[in-house]
């Protein structure tokens, strides 16, 4: 599988939901794959669609090659770590989609395809909030090269300490163009 230069657009890929028949023997994001994404989509993540703890999206390139994948469930964030103040609203907690896992094939990255993958969750949250309250959207992530990937789309970081130089990051959907 070759990277392509030119930025990826919604023609470039087919997304489906993961499924008993998904054949995810090419997929490999093994590489600086600290958050161990590679293991999670090929041993958990069917179980844990089963279970309803999140559904995995999955990106196909023309070839019908996968390149990334998504998993997503929903999700909450205290108020207090948002700049939000709602008039005459005494919520504890703002809905959001909890973006779960979100993982780029090994012999595709820095051509795209993250920022590709993190426009279709913000679309996606956005289309669900028409149903759904939904706010924003949050995860959590590695401090370093990948918050300052989330912060480029977008996402705020919160001010509250997680183990292992993790951080929590938010994206507020009222900010998102339509
Ligand atoms: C983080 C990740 C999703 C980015 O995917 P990608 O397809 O490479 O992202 P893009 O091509 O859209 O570009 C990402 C940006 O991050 C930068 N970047 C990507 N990988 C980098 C690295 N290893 N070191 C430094 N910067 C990096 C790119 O230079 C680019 O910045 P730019 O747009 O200013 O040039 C991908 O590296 C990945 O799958 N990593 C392993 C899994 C993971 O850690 N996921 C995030 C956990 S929530």
Aim: hydrophobic share 35%.
């Amino acid at each position: 599988m070759s990277a392509n230069n030119n930025p990826p657009t919604p023609s470039n890929f087919t997304v489906k939901k993961l499924c008993d028949k998904t054949d995810l023997s090419s997929f490999d994001c093994s590489y600086d794959d600290e958050l161990r994404l590679n293991d999670f989509l090929h041993k958990e993540a069917f179980e844990y669609q089963q279970e309803d703890m999140g559904v995995t999206y999955l990106f196909y390139n023309n070839d019908d090659e996968i390149v990334g994948y998504v998993t997503v469930a929903m999700g909450f964030i205290r108020k207090k770590r948002t700049p939000l103040s709602v008039e005459g609203d005494d919520k504890i907690h703002f809905p959001a989609l909890w973006l779960g896992r979100l993982a780029v094939h090994s012999s595709q990255r820095k051509s795209g395809v993250g920022a590709y993958l993190v426009k279709w969750c913000i679309g996606f949250a956005k289309k669900a909030s028409v149903d759904v309250g939904c706010r924003f959207i949050v995860l959590v992530t590695k401090e370093g090269y990948r918050t300052k990937f989330y912060t480029k789309h977008g996402f705020q970081k919160c001010i509250v300490e997680l183990d292992g130089n993790k951080k929590l990051l938010f994206f507020d959907l009222k900010n998102a163009k339509s």
